[in-house]
Protein backbone atom coordinates (compact mmCIF):
# COMPACT_ATOMS: atom_id res chain seq x y z
CA UNK A 1 0.00 0.00 0.00
CA UNK A 2 1.04 3.84 -0.89
CA UNK A 3 1.99 6.21 1.67
CA UNK A 4 -0.88 8.57 2.78
CA UNK A 5 -0.75 11.48 0.44
CA UNK A 6 -2.81 14.36 1.16
CA UNK A 7 -2.05 16.79 -1.49
CA UNK A 8 -4.76 15.56 -3.29
CA UNK A 9 -6.94 17.08 -0.17
CA UNK A 10 -5.43 20.66 -0.85
CA UNK A 11 -5.65 20.48 -4.90
CA UNK A 12 -9.69 19.68 -4.74
CA UNK A 13 -10.48 21.82 -1.76
CA UNK A 14 -12.57 24.07 -3.50
CA UNK A 15 -14.91 21.28 -4.55
CA UNK A 16 -15.06 19.91 -0.78
CA UNK A 17 -15.54 22.87 0.35
CA UNK A 18 -18.91 23.43 -2.30
CA UNK A 19 -20.12 20.01 -0.66
CA UNK A 20 -19.68 21.51 2.92
CA UNK A 21 -21.94 24.31 1.81
CA UNK A 22 -24.54 22.26 0.53
CA UNK A 23 -24.27 20.19 3.66
CA UNK A 24 -24.56 23.45 5.93
CA UNK A 25 -27.15 24.84 3.67
CA UNK A 26 -29.44 22.24 3.85
CA UNK A 27 -29.18 21.38 7.49
CA UNK A 28 -29.95 24.97 8.03
CA UNK A 29 -33.09 25.16 6.16
CA UNK A 30 -34.20 21.65 7.47
CA UNK A 31 -33.58 22.79 10.90
CA UNK A 32 -35.70 26.69 10.15
CA UNK A 33 -38.60 24.52 8.13
CA UNK A 34 -38.16 21.80 11.07
CA UNK A 35 -38.85 23.84 13.65
CA UNK A 36 -40.97 26.65 12.66
CA UNK A 37 -43.79 23.78 11.27
CA UNK A 38 -41.98 21.85 13.95
CA UNK A 39 -43.29 24.10 16.41
CA UNK A 40 -46.96 24.75 14.96
CA UNK A 41 -47.51 20.83 14.59
CA UNK A 42 -46.78 20.36 18.48
CA UNK A 43 -49.24 23.67 19.62
CA UNK A 44 -52.13 21.90 17.40
CA UNK A 45 -51.79 19.01 19.10
CA UNK A 46 -51.20 20.58 22.39
CA UNK A 47 -54.62 22.71 21.62
CA UNK A 48 -55.74 19.23 20.54
CA UNK A 49 -57.38 20.74 17.97
CA UNK A 50 -60.06 18.18 16.96
CA UNK A 51 -59.47 15.86 13.54
CA UNK A 52 -56.22 17.94 12.71
CA UNK A 53 -54.20 17.35 16.22
CA UNK A 54 -55.54 13.38 15.15
CA UNK A 55 -54.26 13.55 11.53
CA UNK A 56 -50.42 15.35 12.55
CA UNK A 57 -50.57 12.57 15.21
CA UNK A 58 -50.74 10.17 12.24
CA UNK A 59 -48.35 11.91 10.11
CA UNK A 60 -45.74 12.01 13.09
CA UNK A 61 -46.05 8.41 13.57
CA UNK A 62 -45.81 7.34 9.76
CA UNK A 63 -42.85 9.67 9.65
CA UNK A 64 -40.74 8.27 12.68
CA UNK A 65 -41.32 5.07 11.48
CA UNK A 66 -39.67 4.89 7.76
CA UNK A 67 -36.35 5.79 6.97
CA UNK A 68 -35.34 9.30 5.60
CA UNK A 69 -33.91 7.32 2.83
CA UNK A 70 -37.40 6.16 1.62
CA UNK A 71 -38.96 9.80 2.24
CA UNK A 72 -36.66 10.57 -0.06
CA UNK A 73 -36.97 8.41 -2.70
CA UNK A 74 -41.21 8.79 -2.28
CA UNK A 75 -40.91 12.24 -2.73
CA UNK A 76 -38.59 12.00 -5.61
CA UNK A 77 -40.40 9.65 -8.02
CA UNK A 78 -44.10 10.19 -6.35
CA UNK A 79 -44.79 13.30 -6.35
CA UNK A 80 -44.07 14.46 -9.22
CA UNK A 81 -46.42 11.73 -10.64
CA UNK A 82 -48.94 13.00 -8.13
CA UNK A 83 -48.32 16.23 -9.14
CA UNK A 84 -49.03 15.43 -12.76
CA UNK A 85 -52.05 13.62 -12.39
CA UNK A 86 -53.46 17.22 -10.51
CA UNK A 87 -52.45 19.25 -13.40
CA UNK A 88 -54.76 17.07 -15.60
CA UNK A 89 -52.09 16.03 -18.55
CA UNK A 90 -51.10 13.42 -16.33
CA UNK A 91 -47.27 13.36 -17.62
CA UNK A 92 -44.95 13.49 -14.42
CA UNK A 93 -43.81 16.63 -13.37
CA UNK A 94 -40.13 17.01 -12.17
CA UNK A 95 -39.40 18.72 -9.10
CA UNK A 96 -35.58 18.47 -9.14
CA UNK A 97 -33.37 16.57 -6.92
CA UNK A 98 -32.28 19.95 -4.77
CA UNK A 99 -35.74 21.09 -4.32
CA UNK A 100 -36.71 17.47 -3.00
CA UNK A 101 -33.60 18.02 -0.76
CA UNK A 102 -34.85 20.42 0.90
CA UNK A 103 -38.61 19.82 1.38
CA UNK A 104 -38.55 16.36 2.16
CA UNK A 105 -35.53 16.74 5.06
CA UNK A 106 -38.01 19.91 6.21
CA UNK A 107 -41.15 17.95 6.65
CA UNK A 108 -39.06 14.91 7.93
CA UNK A 109 -37.44 17.05 10.36
CA UNK A 110 -40.74 19.22 11.28
CA UNK A 111 -41.89 15.23 12.66
CA UNK A 112 -38.83 14.93 15.13
CA UNK A 113 -38.49 18.62 16.19
CA UNK A 114 -42.42 18.57 16.84
CA UNK A 115 -41.88 15.05 18.96
CA UNK A 116 -39.61 17.59 21.26
CA UNK A 117 -41.13 20.32 21.55
CA UNK A 118 -44.40 18.57 22.34
CA UNK A 119 -42.87 17.02 25.34
CA UNK A 120 -41.48 19.99 25.98
CA UNK A 121 -44.83 22.00 26.46
CA UNK A 122 -46.14 19.35 28.80
CA UNK A 123 -43.58 19.39 30.85
CA UNK A 124 -43.98 22.91 31.45
CA UNK A 125 -45.16 23.89 35.28
CA UNK A 126 -48.85 24.19 35.83
CA UNK A 127 -48.27 27.45 38.02
CA UNK A 128 -46.65 28.95 34.67
CA UNK A 129 -49.75 28.80 32.91
CA UNK A 130 -52.25 29.88 36.09
CA UNK A 131 -49.88 32.78 36.24
CA UNK A 132 -50.34 34.03 32.91
CA UNK A 133 -53.99 33.89 33.55
CA UNK A 134 -53.68 35.57 36.97
CA UNK A 135 -52.31 38.51 34.69
CA UNK A 136 -55.08 38.45 32.01
CA UNK A 137 -52.29 37.49 29.45
CA UNK A 138 -53.58 36.32 26.53
CA UNK A 139 -53.11 32.84 24.63
CA UNK A 140 -50.90 34.45 22.30
CA UNK A 141 -48.59 36.16 24.89
CA UNK A 142 -48.71 33.07 27.10
CA UNK A 143 -47.24 30.93 24.99
CA UNK A 144 -45.22 33.92 23.09
CA UNK A 145 -43.30 35.13 25.95
CA UNK A 146 -43.39 32.91 28.42
CA UNK A 147 -44.30 28.94 27.42
CA UNK A 148 -42.54 28.58 24.42
CA UNK A 149 -38.99 30.63 25.37
CA UNK A 150 -38.71 28.32 28.46
CA UNK A 151 -39.76 24.97 26.60
CA UNK A 152 -36.89 26.01 23.83
CA UNK A 153 -34.60 26.42 26.54
CA UNK A 154 -35.86 23.03 28.84
CA UNK A 155 -35.20 21.26 25.09
CA UNK A 156 -32.22 23.25 23.82
CA UNK A 157 -29.81 19.96 24.31
CA UNK A 158 -31.95 17.89 22.82
CA UNK A 159 -32.83 20.23 19.97
CA UNK A 160 -28.98 20.37 18.98
CA UNK A 161 -28.28 16.70 19.10
CA UNK A 162 -31.23 16.29 16.89
CA UNK A 163 -29.87 19.17 14.66
CA UNK A 164 -26.61 17.55 14.77
CA UNK A 165 -28.41 14.00 13.48
CA UNK A 166 -29.42 16.15 11.10
CA UNK A 167 -26.26 17.31 9.16
CA UNK A 168 -25.08 13.39 9.24
CA UNK A 169 -28.17 12.20 8.13
CA UNK A 170 -27.38 15.03 4.87
CA UNK A 171 -25.39 12.73 3.30
CA UNK A 172 -27.89 10.53 2.53
CA UNK A 173 -28.49 13.34 -0.16
CA UNK A 174 -26.20 11.18 -2.72
CA UNK A 175 -29.62 8.99 -3.28
CA UNK A 176 -30.55 11.75 -5.08
CA UNK A 177 -27.47 12.18 -7.14
CA UNK A 178 -26.43 15.85 -5.64
CA UNK A 179 -23.13 16.45 -3.94
CA UNK A 180 -22.76 17.07 -0.22
CA UNK A 181 -19.80 17.11 1.77
CA UNK A 182 -19.61 12.97 1.71
CA UNK A 183 -20.71 13.13 -1.98
CA UNK A 184 -17.67 15.49 -3.30
CA UNK A 185 -15.27 13.21 -1.02
CA UNK A 186 -16.60 9.96 -3.02
CA UNK A 187 -16.24 11.14 -6.03
CA UNK A 188 -12.92 12.46 -5.80
CA UNK A 189 -11.79 8.98 -3.80
CA UNK A 190 -12.82 7.51 -6.65
CA UNK A 191 -11.08 9.88 -8.95
CA UNK A 192 -8.12 9.81 -7.96
CA UNK A 193 -7.93 6.51 -5.93
CA UNK A 194 -7.16 8.44 -2.87
CA UNK A 195 -10.19 6.74 -0.58
CA UNK A 196 -7.86 6.89 2.97
CA UNK A 197 -7.06 10.27 2.49
CA UNK A 198 -10.41 11.61 1.56
CA UNK A 199 -12.37 9.69 3.89
CA UNK A 200 -10.29 10.30 6.97
CA UNK A 201 -10.16 14.32 6.23
CA UNK A 202 -13.96 14.32 5.79
CA UNK A 203 -14.53 12.44 8.97
CA UNK A 204 -12.46 14.76 11.06
CA UNK A 205 -14.31 17.41 9.06
CA UNK A 206 -17.92 16.01 10.31
CA UNK A 207 -16.23 15.37 13.90
CA UNK A 208 -15.30 18.76 14.49
CA UNK A 209 -18.36 20.02 12.93
CA UNK A 210 -20.21 18.43 15.19
CA UNK A 211 -18.44 18.44 18.73
CA UNK A 212 -18.05 22.41 18.01
CA UNK A 213 -22.05 22.19 17.99
CA UNK A 214 -21.89 20.01 21.05
CA UNK A 215 -19.67 22.70 22.88
CA UNK A 216 -22.56 25.04 21.82
CA UNK A 217 -24.89 22.82 23.66
CA UNK A 218 -22.95 22.75 27.30
CA UNK A 219 -22.26 26.48 27.15
CA UNK A 220 -26.10 26.99 26.32
CA UNK A 221 -26.90 24.90 29.22
CA UNK A 222 -24.10 26.85 31.20
CA UNK A 223 -26.12 30.15 30.48
CA UNK A 224 -29.21 28.96 31.20
CA UNK A 225 -28.78 26.88 34.28
CA UNK A 226 -29.42 29.66 36.28
CA UNK A 227 -32.67 30.33 34.89
CA UNK A 228 -33.83 26.55 34.63
CA UNK A 229 -32.59 25.80 38.25
CA UNK A 230 -35.82 26.27 40.42
CA UNK B 1 -66.92 47.13 59.14
CA UNK B 2 -67.07 43.25 60.08
CA UNK B 3 -70.02 41.52 60.15
CA UNK B 4 -71.01 38.54 61.35
CA UNK B 5 -74.14 37.43 58.94
CA UNK B 6 -73.61 38.03 55.74
CA UNK B 7 -77.22 39.98 54.05
CA UNK B 8 -78.12 39.35 50.76
CA UNK B 9 -78.88 42.96 49.76
CA UNK B 10 -76.14 43.95 47.06
CA UNK B 11 -74.32 47.33 48.90
CA UNK B 12 -72.84 50.02 46.99
CA UNK B 13 -69.43 48.85 48.75
CA UNK B 14 -69.41 45.30 47.96
CA UNK B 15 -66.77 44.35 45.15
CA UNK B 16 -66.57 40.74 45.16
CA UNK B 17 -70.38 38.81 45.18
CA UNK B 18 -69.89 34.93 45.69
CA UNK B 19 -73.78 33.91 45.48
CA UNK B 20 -74.85 30.21 46.03
CA UNK B 21 -71.20 28.84 44.20
CA UNK B 22 -70.91 25.56 43.34
CA UNK B 23 -67.88 23.80 42.00
CA UNK B 24 -67.44 20.11 41.63
CA UNK B 25 -64.00 18.08 40.51
CA UNK B 26 -65.58 15.24 39.23
CA UNK B 27 -68.07 13.44 41.69
CA UNK B 28 -65.85 15.55 45.12
CA UNK B 29 -68.22 18.61 45.78
CA UNK B 30 -65.29 21.21 46.22
CA UNK B 31 -67.49 24.44 46.80
CA UNK B 32 -71.15 23.12 47.75
CA UNK B 33 -73.66 26.58 47.76
CA UNK B 34 -71.03 28.89 49.09
CA UNK B 35 -71.99 32.36 49.22
CA UNK B 36 -69.55 35.77 50.30
CA UNK B 37 -69.69 39.14 50.17
CA UNK B 38 -66.42 41.45 50.17
CA UNK B 39 -66.50 45.17 50.50
CA UNK B 40 -63.86 47.35 49.13
CA UNK B 41 -61.18 48.17 51.37
CA UNK B 42 -61.91 45.07 53.09
CA UNK B 43 -59.55 42.10 54.64
CA UNK B 44 -60.59 38.40 54.66
CA UNK B 45 -58.75 35.91 56.23
CA UNK B 46 -59.98 32.65 54.76
CA UNK B 47 -59.25 29.36 56.71
CA UNK B 48 -59.89 25.86 57.55
CA UNK B 49 -58.95 22.35 57.35
CA UNK B 50 -56.83 21.03 54.05
CA UNK B 51 -59.26 20.09 51.37
CA UNK B 52 -62.01 22.47 52.78
CA UNK B 53 -62.24 24.60 49.46
CA UNK B 54 -60.98 27.41 50.62
CA UNK B 55 -58.22 27.88 47.46
CA UNK B 56 -60.72 26.65 44.79
CA UNK B 57 -63.09 29.55 46.52
CA UNK B 58 -60.27 32.20 45.75
CA UNK B 59 -59.05 30.63 42.91
CA UNK B 60 -63.03 30.88 41.11
CA UNK B 61 -62.95 34.50 41.97
CA UNK B 62 -60.17 34.97 39.07
CA UNK B 63 -61.65 32.34 37.23
CA UNK B 64 -58.78 30.24 37.56
CA UNK B 65 -61.67 27.41 38.18
CA UNK B 66 -64.42 27.77 36.50
CA UNK B 67 -67.73 27.31 38.77
CA UNK B 68 -70.45 25.32 38.24
CA UNK B 69 -73.18 26.90 39.50
CA UNK B 70 -74.18 30.27 41.16
CA UNK B 71 -73.14 33.82 40.59
CA UNK B 72 -69.35 35.80 40.77
CA UNK B 73 -69.24 39.27 39.83
CA UNK B 74 -66.65 41.25 40.64
CA UNK B 75 -66.23 44.74 40.56
CA UNK B 76 -69.49 45.24 38.77
CA UNK B 77 -68.91 41.90 36.31
CA UNK B 78 -70.22 39.02 36.03
CA UNK B 79 -67.82 36.09 35.05
CA UNK B 80 -69.80 34.29 32.39
CA UNK B 81 -67.82 32.53 29.58
CA UNK B 82 -67.10 35.34 27.61
CA UNK B 83 -63.23 35.97 27.35
CA UNK B 84 -63.60 39.93 27.70
CA UNK B 85 -65.32 39.83 30.88
CA UNK B 86 -62.95 37.72 32.52
CA UNK B 87 -60.09 39.51 31.31
CA UNK B 88 -61.40 42.48 32.57
CA UNK B 89 -62.06 40.84 36.22
CA UNK B 90 -58.60 39.65 35.93
CA UNK B 91 -57.21 42.88 35.25
CA UNK B 92 -59.11 44.19 38.78
CA UNK B 93 -57.85 40.90 40.56
CA UNK B 94 -54.35 40.67 41.64
CA UNK B 95 -53.08 36.87 42.66
CA UNK B 96 -50.26 35.46 44.90
CA UNK B 97 -49.81 31.81 44.89
CA UNK B 98 -48.28 29.48 47.02
CA UNK B 99 -45.47 28.47 45.08
CA UNK B 100 -44.74 32.15 43.49
CA UNK B 101 -45.12 31.04 39.85
CA UNK B 102 -42.51 33.47 39.02
CA UNK B 103 -41.30 33.65 35.31
CA UNK B 104 -37.86 32.12 35.62
CA UNK B 105 -36.59 32.85 31.94
CA UNK B 106 -37.54 36.57 32.71
CA UNK B 107 -35.78 38.77 35.33
CA UNK B 108 -37.66 39.98 38.69
CA UNK B 109 -38.29 43.26 36.75
CA UNK B 110 -39.48 41.73 33.45
CA UNK B 111 -41.47 39.61 35.25
CA UNK B 112 -43.42 42.82 36.79
CA UNK B 113 -43.33 44.58 33.48
CA UNK B 114 -44.62 41.90 31.00
CA UNK B 115 -48.28 42.00 31.60
CA UNK B 116 -48.68 45.90 32.15
CA UNK B 117 -47.23 46.52 29.15
CA UNK B 118 -49.07 43.14 27.43
CA UNK B 119 -52.48 43.98 28.80
CA UNK B 120 -52.60 47.31 30.08
CA UNK B 121 -50.49 48.16 27.10
CA UNK B 122 -48.40 51.18 28.60
CA UNK B 123 -45.02 51.71 27.77
CA UNK B 124 -41.70 50.03 28.64
CA UNK B 125 -40.25 52.96 30.61
CA UNK B 126 -43.42 53.75 32.21
CA UNK B 127 -43.88 50.01 33.43
CA UNK B 128 -40.51 50.22 34.29
CA UNK B 129 -40.71 52.90 36.82
CA UNK B 130 -44.18 51.26 37.71
CA UNK B 131 -42.50 47.62 38.18
CA UNK B 132 -39.26 49.51 40.45
CA UNK B 133 -41.40 51.49 42.21
CA UNK B 134 -43.40 48.59 44.01
CA UNK B 135 -40.08 46.73 43.53
CA UNK B 136 -38.91 49.17 46.22
CA UNK B 137 -41.76 49.25 48.23
CA UNK B 138 -41.38 45.16 48.78
CA UNK B 139 -37.80 46.33 49.37
CA UNK B 140 -36.09 44.37 47.05
CA UNK B 141 -35.35 46.66 44.10
CA UNK B 142 -31.72 45.76 44.24
CA UNK B 143 -32.67 42.82 42.25
CA UNK B 144 -34.50 43.81 39.68
CA UNK B 145 -32.12 42.44 37.23
CA UNK B 146 -31.57 39.07 38.68
CA UNK B 147 -33.20 36.02 37.56
CA UNK B 148 -35.86 34.62 39.93
CA UNK B 149 -33.77 31.20 40.95
CA UNK B 150 -30.96 33.58 42.55
CA UNK B 151 -33.71 34.65 45.03
CA UNK B 152 -34.79 33.27 48.18
CA UNK B 153 -38.22 32.12 48.83
CA UNK B 154 -39.24 35.16 51.16
CA UNK B 155 -37.68 37.46 48.10
CA UNK B 156 -39.64 35.12 45.27
CA UNK B 157 -42.56 36.06 46.90
CA UNK B 158 -42.21 39.24 47.26
CA UNK B 159 -41.78 39.52 43.57
CA UNK B 160 -44.87 37.94 42.98
CA UNK B 161 -46.57 40.32 45.20
CA UNK B 162 -45.29 43.48 43.57
CA UNK B 163 -45.74 41.68 39.81
CA UNK B 164 -49.31 41.19 40.67
CA UNK B 165 -49.16 45.21 42.16
CA UNK B 166 -47.63 46.90 38.75
CA UNK B 167 -51.59 45.59 37.13
CA UNK B 168 -52.97 48.03 39.78
CA UNK B 169 -55.57 45.81 40.98
CA UNK B 170 -58.40 46.73 43.12
CA UNK B 171 -58.52 43.24 44.73
CA UNK B 172 -55.66 41.13 46.25
CA UNK B 173 -55.98 37.61 46.63
CA UNK B 174 -53.42 35.21 48.12
CA UNK B 175 -53.62 31.53 48.11
CA UNK B 176 -51.34 30.62 51.38
CA UNK B 177 -48.46 32.74 50.17
CA UNK B 178 -46.07 32.09 52.95
CA UNK B 179 -47.20 27.77 53.18
CA UNK B 180 -43.72 27.13 51.01
CA UNK B 181 -41.51 29.65 52.64
CA UNK B 182 -38.38 28.61 55.05
CA UNK B 183 -40.09 29.95 58.86
CA UNK B 184 -37.13 32.64 58.89
CA UNK B 185 -38.52 34.13 55.34
CA UNK B 186 -42.39 34.16 56.55
CA UNK B 187 -42.03 37.16 58.27
CA UNK B 188 -40.87 39.21 55.61
CA UNK B 189 -43.70 37.96 53.46
CA UNK B 190 -46.01 38.88 56.30
CA UNK B 191 -44.59 42.13 56.77
CA UNK B 192 -45.54 43.24 53.05
CA UNK B 193 -49.13 42.09 53.13
CA UNK B 194 -49.58 44.20 56.36
CA UNK B 195 -48.44 46.81 54.81
CA UNK B 196 -50.53 46.53 51.84
CA UNK B 197 -53.56 45.74 54.24
CA UNK B 198 -52.91 49.48 55.98
CA UNK B 199 -53.05 51.08 52.60
CA UNK B 200 -56.80 49.91 51.85
CA UNK B 201 -55.83 46.85 49.21
CA UNK B 202 -59.12 44.76 49.43
CA UNK B 203 -57.38 41.26 50.35
CA UNK B 204 -58.91 38.18 50.61
CA UNK B 205 -55.90 35.57 51.96
CA UNK B 206 -56.04 31.89 52.50
CA UNK B 207 -53.34 31.53 55.33
CA UNK B 208 -52.77 29.81 58.53
CA UNK B 209 -51.05 32.93 59.83
CA UNK B 210 -53.12 33.58 62.88
CA UNK B 211 -50.96 36.38 64.05
CA UNK B 212 -51.76 38.02 60.32
CA UNK B 213 -55.62 37.40 60.60
CA UNK B 214 -55.58 38.93 64.15
CA UNK B 215 -53.59 42.15 63.03
CA UNK B 216 -55.60 42.62 59.81
CA UNK B 217 -58.54 40.81 59.15
CA UNK B 218 -61.94 42.04 59.42
CA UNK B 219 -63.44 38.85 59.38
CA UNK B 220 -62.21 35.00 59.60
CA UNK B 221 -64.00 32.79 57.34
CA UNK B 222 -63.85 29.19 58.30
CA UNK B 223 -65.05 26.61 55.89
CA UNK B 224 -64.85 22.87 55.61
CA UNK B 225 -65.83 20.48 53.34
CA UNK B 226 -66.89 23.04 50.84
CA UNK B 227 -68.68 25.13 52.83
CA UNK B 228 -68.85 28.27 54.79
CA UNK B 229 -69.13 27.23 58.44
CA UNK B 230 -68.49 29.98 60.53
CA UNK B 231 -67.78 33.96 59.47
CA UNK B 232 -66.35 36.26 62.35
CA UNK B 233 -64.13 39.35 63.66
CA UNK B 234 -60.80 37.46 64.43
CA UNK B 235 -61.26 38.37 67.97
CA UNK B 236 -64.25 36.51 68.39
CA UNK B 237 -63.32 33.72 66.08
CA UNK B 238 -59.95 32.96 68.04
CA UNK B 239 -61.27 33.43 71.44
CA UNK B 240 -64.80 31.89 71.14
CA UNK B 241 -65.41 29.60 68.04
CA UNK B 242 -69.19 29.05 67.78
CA UNK B 243 -69.31 25.54 66.19
CA UNK B 244 -66.86 22.34 66.99
CA UNK B 245 -65.28 22.08 63.40
CA UNK B 246 -64.08 25.30 64.09
CA UNK B 247 -62.89 24.67 67.62
CA UNK B 248 -61.23 21.53 66.37
CA UNK B 249 -59.35 22.99 63.64
CA UNK B 250 -57.79 25.70 65.77
CA UNK B 251 -56.62 23.13 68.44
CA UNK B 252 -55.06 21.54 65.79
CA UNK B 253 -53.12 24.48 63.96
CA UNK B 254 -52.30 25.96 67.38
CA UNK B 255 -51.11 23.00 68.56
Redesign the interface.
Known amino acids: MNALDFSIVAQSWPYLWSGLLFSLSLTAAAFAIGMILGTCLALAQHFEIPVVAQIIRGYVAIIRSIPLILVLFWFFFLVPIVLGHLSGNGRPIPIGATYTAFITFGLFEAAYYSEIIRVGLRAV ?1 K ?2 F ?2 C ?6 TY ?1 TYR ?2 VL ?2 VL ?1 VASPIILSQTIILFQDTSLVYVLSLTDLLGAASKLAQLNGRLVEMYLVIAVAYLVISSATSQCVAILRKR ?1 A ?5 | MPRATVSNATRPAEIVVVENVVKRFGAFTALNDVTLKVDKGEKIVLCGPSGSGKSTLIRCI ?3 EKHDAGRIIVDGVELTNRIADI ?1 SV ?2 E ?3 V ?1 Q ?7 LTVAENCM ?2 PI ?2 RGISQSEARDRALGLLRKVRIQDQAGK ?4 LSGGQQQRVAIA ?2 LC ?1 QPKIMLFDEPTSALDPEMVKEVLETMVELAKEGMTMVCVTHEMGFAREVADRVVFMDRGSIIEEAEPETFFKAPRTERAKAFLNQIIH
Open positions: NGQEAQALALSDHIPQRYVAAAR | NHINRCVGMFSFNLFPHLARVYPAQRAM
